[in-house]
């Protein structure tokens, strides 16, 4: 399998898992701590811990430390095309 077939099958996964679309719909507006993440989703922090790494690993999510929490924003621009094209909650 090529590279560009598992980035793609990479992002229909995490749209088809409801907690990865969840986190990516909360990173839609941009940088969100990891804890508030957790809160917004309604997941224990631990779960939402889970899903974030999985998601960093297929390069969908990228992180930085601000101080002593962990900030995450969407890194491939293909996840706002996929949720405007879907209709949940994209913003132009």
Known sequence: M????????????????ETKQEILKTLLDGEVCACDISKKINKKQANTSM???????????KSKRNGKRIVYSISD????????LIGKGAKQ
């Open 51 to 61: 899903h974030l790494s999985k998601l960093l690993d297929w390069k969908l999510v």
């Open 2 to 17: 090529c590279i560009d077939m598992n980035r793609d099958i990479n992002l229909f996964k995490a749209l088809g898992e």
């Open 77 to 84: 621009p293909r996840i706002k095309k996929m949720f405007k």
